[in-house]
């Protein structure tokens, strides 16, 4: 069979830097969109082909290599992104919506609990499977149950059933592939909702440099300390590898402000981990996944 009688929103040599909050990244192989009716057969047909996929979101937690991605991008996007306001406080939504998008309908229905991700820019399934957080919030806190796909069929996992931690769930471990999430809100006042996430975005833009193409947070952090501040403490404020460089505004974050490369980016987060690991006996994580040829 024809992968284009699969999906119908197929592209070769699609540059990556397109697709990434970081804009860079070399060129996917196939670059494949699919609708929410073609996904399973789409994963069915390229693990019994077994052709090498890969598959992302929003590309807001992503570094993609210069040298690009081989085989399929599988990109949950607009396709996959259907929003459904239910009945009990609860809201569905695909994969491929943007967190945020969800965020503001919830508000826009008087729904409270997730003012915290109004301003995280990834995508539901991306989400899910980091536990996304801000602001004294996570995913865990308001999924009512996950749908994904597991071995070519369709699953649904309970809130318990995710394992749920600090920037983990069940589907990083698992390769499960996130579909939908169904997310229990209560009602609450609207205005005090949209003020509230009014805050939190004013927050957000006071202390982030959300001007600049970066990843969001690059690292984990660690028990007992802050990322930024061991960052800080290193001397690394500014920190500069060729057009990518730690934030004067917030040092946890790596920004691409002079059209840096992947491999750029990739020193300068490597030379941060050396540098406090020398510095405070601290190895940061990265909450960045890279992922293809460098």
């Known amino acids: 069979m024809d992968l284009k009688k699969v999906v119908r929103n197929i ?22 969109e ?5 996904l399973l057969d789409l994963i069915r047909y390229l693990n019994e082909s077994g052709q090498p996929y890969t598959v992302i979101g929003n590309g807001s937690n992503l570094l993609v290599g210069d040298k690009g991605i ?5 990109a949950l996007k607009d396709g996959i992104g259907d929003i459904d306001v ?24 008087g729904l409270t ?5 109004s301003g995280i820019p990834g995508s539901v399934g991306g989400a899910i499977a980091m536990n996304a957080g801000a602001y004294d919030g996570e995913m865990k806190d ?6 994904a796909i597991h071995d070519n069929e369709f699953v649904k996992y309970g809130c318990n059933e995710m394992d749920f931690s600090y920037r983990h769930s069940r589907i990083l471990d698992s390769g499960d592939i996130v579909v939908g999430v169904c997310i229990k809100l209560a009602f609450g006042d609207m205005g005090t909702i949209r003020a509230k996430m009014s805050e939190l975005n004013q927050r957000r833009a006071d202390k982030q440099p959300i001007n600049l193409p970066s990843a969001g947070s690059t ?23 060729g057009g990518a460089c730690v934030s004067e505004k917030h040092c946890g974050f790596v920004v691409n402000d002079q059209n840096a490369t992947a491999a750029e980016i990739k020193q300068l987060i490597e030379d941060v981990q050396n540098k406090v690991f020398e510095d405070a006996g601290v190895r940061l994580e990265t909450e960045v996944r890279m992922i293809g040829e460098f």
Request: charged letters at 25%; aromatic letters at 12%; proline letters at 4%.
């Open 113 to 117: 609990g997730l003012e915290f991700a």
């Open 34 to 38: 699919p609708e929410a009716h073609e």
């Open 11 to 32: 592209k070769y040599n699609e540059p990556m830097s397109k697709h990434t909050t970081f804009r860079v990244g070399g060129p996917a192989d196939i670059f494949a």
């Open 86 to 109: 239910e009945e009990d406080c609860e809201i569905y939504a695909g994969a491929g919506a943007l967190l945020s998008r969800v965020a503001s309908e919830a508000a826009a229905c």
């Open 70 to 74: 081989r085989g399929v991008v599988v």
């Open 219 to 241: 690292f984990k952090r660690p028990e007992g300390y802050f990322a930024g501040k061991l960052i800080q403490d290193a001397g690394l404020r500014g920190y500069r590898v």
């Open 142 to 147: 308001v999924v009512s149950y996950v749908n």
